[in-house]
């Protein structure tokens, strides 16, 4: 059977003044139709080229190895045609800052109905669509929204027109890309949870990416680990604390506020984040493993049942 | 995030160092020119203003590297010395601009209110004449010369000294030092003298090396269109005009060597400038 | 939008109004008794002075003179020239279209070849981007003036295929011989122009919202219409603005290097020969048209980006 989408060592280089080097070492994840996965690590580990990979958005000179397959088709193999009908169908994406990724000039209707009327609906009834499932998710007053420009509304509004408008096209894949990192905390949890409820409704399938793990175990089934361009372990979202194996999970766990009784001091993850690109040669998280063996800097682990991890090889 | 991991490895390096090549060029260009205008009387192979009417028109030869014009002055010697106008007149610009476009903006930074309105309207105002067509009117009124054009050309830069000074002051006197200042009881003029202004001096000195350029470009066409400097005075702006008639009579030495001169030494002061003002 | 409008034309009418004030004072700046300056330096005879004194009511308080010219500018009676021996109208009116078609002319270069290289310097790969910034890092480099030189040094003495003088007479004509001033007029606008273009089309090319909008599936070329021309139009047309205002003033020099009949040369030949009344009304004419031009490219440029309007409603 072929997998809904599907991450087969896929690696991303970008040139550097040094030559061609990794941003993403060897990612492999696969996501069933309508299941939701959560994609978490810190900055610079490549959760976002991940994503922007399934649309073939990667960085100018950028070369890629392995394949992303969405049902079945390696995106690689697709011609423009074929890459918009895919970015316009099937797969929508949701940026991190509304702000910056709404035309500031254009309405907020402009912004919902562009790919509709692409596809040759009409004005009126792309601006029904669009305006019925801006009332869906809670937005009131949608004639005058859908009349605004971007800098009339405040940023958890126009993060629901951003996610709207990925709705509107009916896509199976939703990739949200740290969808509420640029809002201010009381919007952050209603954002996610119209995300969340839309999704269920339609059966959408969800890639989400954050860098708080909670927030991720709250709307995923399962969770997949990043760190420096590979994906360490992937786990359900439900036994995230139990099932833990990786070091850097465990690591990342310890470092949330809450997993430490009130008044300890909050523990963090010792060394600095790395890119795919500074990691080392071996396990890409032996500079900071506090339990890292010989072993570990000369060979990649492989990810095997759930965790990349030398020391968890039964 | 990605993508801000890997713009900033993507600068061509080869394109600084292109750059730190040019900008060096220019830098030994506006030396030498300032170097020539200094010393231009000693430079200059011939007297620039000796009429030699048997020996007009003469084609480039060794006694006269560059030829000679119309009335058989020998022009290498007339572009050396035109340099000296041309180069003195800007410099009059700019210091004048520079003085009074930065006293108003200081002040009125720094008094607020009323006055600060007041003045920005009459920068408004003064922003609405062209400063050629100022220079112009001017050169109607006193008549044509050096002197009137450099004083309407300063008055013409005033606002757009002024303008940047002032948001640089209202700035610099919003940081707490100034207010530290206040409190330990210096009297406005004083650190108005001793702090801010010598905080504001570098992005003075980059505005003012800006417009030494077009200052330039302007005071040229004001000499082109014969409004400034009059014959037989050797000036860069006025050689070009003079030598326009020559030029449909097959001789367009004049006016080309001192268009290149211009070009060159404004482009070189500029591209200095620029890289002034990057650092 | 009407308010912001009407707050516009205001500050510009305020902005002519003093600028008329400061240039009829200036009179009285300039050395010398303002009778004799008027007569443009010539030796008169005590009547013909008093003549020009009892003309020009200079006789009368300063602000009732300035009135009595300023109404008769407004209602077309702008004097007599008393070096052209003509009425200022029929001195201005004989060369007002000459400028006109030089800015108009200019304009139009600057706009469809400053912008279009701009454009296809940004998108149109390595070749052409290479070949545009060259070509506007020379004129760039190029004043008004130089670049008149050298279009005369070429097609006077080796191209013809455009007359080097003279104004020309019909429509056509005119065309023909106003080529050669328009593009020198305009070569270093249209490479500033083209630079700024390129500039901003880059930054928009690169920005989140259109990445967004490739993410979404949208055609190339709506992107490059809907997303990038038309957000970088806003600058784009503002540093257009600036430099078509600034054609005005240019005309001088591209109308005095070619011969070409209009108010820019007739502005420098009054000036040279202290002809102030005619001085007077050009220098107005052109500060006029320099702000009315800034003034439009301000509304429309709250047109093409409402968040400017809104910036300085609230400012």
Redesign the interface.
């Known amino acids: 059977m072929t997998a809904f989408l599907e991450f087969d060592h896929l690696r991303v280089d970008v040139p550097t003044p040094m030559g061609p080097r990794p941003v993403l070492r060897s990612v492999n994840l696969a996501i069933a139709a309508g299941e939701a996965v959560g994609l978490v690590g810190e900055s610079g580990s490549g959760k976002s080229l991940t994503a922007r990979s399934v649309l073939g958005l990667l960085p100018g000179g950028a070369t890629i190895a392995g394949a992303v397959r969405f049902r079945g088709t390696d995106i690689g193999t697709l011609d423009a045609a074929g890459l918009r009908r895919l970015r316009s169908r099937e797969v929508a994406m949701v940026f991190q800052d509304p702000r910056a990724t709404v035309n500031p000039v254009r309405t907020i209707g402009d912004f919902l109905t562009e790919v509709l009327r692409e596809r040759g609906m009409s004005r009126s009834a792309a601006l029904a669509l669009a305006g019925g499932i801006l009332a869906d998710i809670g937005v009131d007053d949608v004639p005058r929204r859908l009349k605004q420009r971007p800098y009339e509304l405040s940023g958890g509004l126009l993060q629901r027109v951003v996610i709207a408008a990925a709705l509107a096209g009916e896509p199976a894949l939703i990739l949200a890309d740290e969808p509420t990192t640029a809002l201010d905390v009381t919007t952050q949890e209603e954002v996610v949870a119209i995300l969340d409820e839309q999704r269920r409704q339609r059966g959408t399938a969800l890639l989400f990416i954050s860098h708080d793990l909670e927030l991720a175990t709250a709307v995923c089934d399962r969770i997949a680990v990043m760190y420096a361009g590979e994906i360490v372990e992937i786990l359900p979202a439900k036994s995230l604390h139990e099932e833990a194996r990786h070091p850097y999970t465990k690591a990342l766990l310890r470092a949330r506020p809450g997993s430490v009784p009130p008044g300890e001091r909050l523990q963090i993850v010792p060394g600095t984040p790395q890119s795919g690109i500074e990691a080392p040669p071996g396990c890409v998280f032996a500079d900071r493993c506090p339990v890292v063996e010989a072993d570990c800097r000369t060979t990649v682990p492989l990810l095997v049942g759930g965790v990349a991890c030398h020391l968890e090889v039964p | 995030m990605t993508l801000a991991l890997a713009a900033p490895l993507r600068l061509p390096a080869r394109r600084l160092a292109a750059l730190g090549w040019a900008s060096s060029l220019a830098g030994l260009i506006c030396a030498l020119v300032v170097l020539i205008a200094v010393f231009a009387p000693w430079i200059a192979p011939h007297d620039p203003n000796a009429v030699d009417p048997l020996n007009a028109y003469a084609p480039l030869s060794a006694a006269h590297p560059l030829g000679t014009d119309d009335l058989g002055r020998d022009l290498l010697s007339r572009l050396i010395l035109g340099s000296r106008t041309s180069l003195a007149g800007p410099l009059v610009v700019i210091v004048l601009s520079g003085a009074t476009g930065t006293a108003l903006a200081v002040s009125a930074a720094w008094i607020g209110g009323w006055f600060d309105a007041a003045v920005s309207r009459v920068l408004d105002i003064l922003f609405a004449f062209p400063g050629l067509v100022l220079a112009i009117t001017v050169a109607a009124l006193f008549g044509a010369g050096f002197l009137a054009p450099v004083v309407a050309l300063s008055l013409a830069y005033v606002p757009i000294i002024a303008r940047v000074m002032r948001a640089a002051a209202l700035r610099e006197r919003s940081l707490p030092y100034v207010e530290a200042l206040r409190v330990q009881g210096f009297s406005g003029w004083h650190i108005c003298r001793r702090h801010l202004l010598p905080n504001l001096a570098p992005l003075l000195v980059v505005q003012a090396a800006i417009s030494f350029g077009y200052a330039m470009i302007d005071l040229a066409s004001i000499s082109f269109l014969g409004l400034g400097l009059q014959p037989p005075a050797a000036d860069w702006g006025l050689m070009i005009a003079n030598g326009q008639p020559s030029i449909l009579a097959g001789f367009p030495q004049q006016s080309i060597a001192a268009a290149v001169a211009v070009v060159i030494t404004v482009v070189a002061f500029t591209v200095v400038a620029e890289r002034m003002a990057a650092r | 939008m009407i308010g912001f409008v009407g707050r516009k034309v205001a500050a510009m009418l305020g902005?002519?109004l003093?600028?008329s004030f400061?240039?009829y004072g200036?009179?009285y700046?300039?050395?010398g008794d303002p009778a004799s300056?008027l007569a443009g330096g010539h030796e008169m005879s005590p009547a013909a002075l008093a003549a020009i004194r009892a003309q020009y009511h200079l006789d009368d308080p300063f602000l009732v003179q300035y009135w009595q010219w300023l109404s008769g500018v407004l209602t077309g009676h702008l004097g007599d020239s008393l070096v052209f021996r003509e009425p200022v109208a029929h001195l201005i009116g004989a060369r007002l279209l000459n400028t006109v078609l030089l800015v108009a002319y200019a304009s139009l270069l600057i706009l469809g070849v400053g912008v279009g290289s701009g454009i296809v310097a940004a998108v149109g790969g390595r070749i052409a981007d290479t070949a545009v910034t060259v070509t506007t890092t020379v004129l760039m480099?190029?004043?008004?003036?130089?670049a008149a030189?050298?279009l005369?040094?070429i097609f006077?003495?080796k191209l013809s295929w455009f007359p080097?003088y003279g104004s020309g007479t019909g429509f056509g004509d005119r065309i023909h011989h106003l080529t050669l001033p328009a593009v020198a007029l305009s070569a270093g606008y249209l490479a500033y122009l083209s630079r700024i273009t390129r500039a901003e089309v880059r930054a928009e090319l690169g920005?989140?919202?259109v990445?967004?909008?490739?993410?979404?599936?949208?055609?190339?070329a709506?992107i490059l219409r809907?997303?990038v021309l038309?957000?970088a139009a806003?600058p784009v047309l503002a540093v257009s603005g600036i430099t078509v205002?600034?054609l005005?003033?240019?005309t001088?020099?591209a109308e005095?290097?070619f011969g070409v009949s209009g108010l820019g040369s007739l502005?420098?030949q009054?000036?040279?020969r202290?002809?102030?009344v005619v001085?007077?009304v050009i220098?107005l004419l052109?500060?006029a048209a320099?702000?009315l031009v800034n003034m439009l490219v301000d509304v429309v440029n709250a047109i093409?980006?409402?968040?400017l309007l809104?910036a300085r409603e609230v400012g």
């Open positions: 902005t002519v003093v600028a400061v240039i200036a009179l700046l300039a050395p300056l480099a190029a004043p008004a003036f130089v030189i050298v005369i040094w006077a003495t080097v920005s989140d919202h990445v967004a909008a490739r993410a979404r599936g949208v055609r190339r709506a809907r997303h038309r957000n806003a205002a600034g005005f003033a240019g001088a020099i005095q290097a502005l420098v009054s000036a040279a202290q002809d102030l001085v007077q220098a052109l500060v320099f702000v093409l980006d409402p968040r809104r």
